[in-house]
């Protein structure tokens, strides 16, 4: 999603919804959400998704 150089919100918001850069940025600044929550429902998708491929390659 990013290209090189800074990782910042500014150039992912301009490549996926670049009418509406500010939005962007207010969603990731201002939202109140739980860092850990969000990373282990993260991990748990892809260690799910980990898990499928392993099976599928088994079989």
Known sequence: MLTKGRKSVEPM??????????????????????????LETVSGKVLSALTQSEIEKSV
């Open 13 to 38: 918001a301009a490549r996926v919804h670049p009418e509406d850069i500010c939005s962007a940025h207010h969603l990731v600044t201002q939202s109140e959400w739980s860092d850990r929550s969000l």
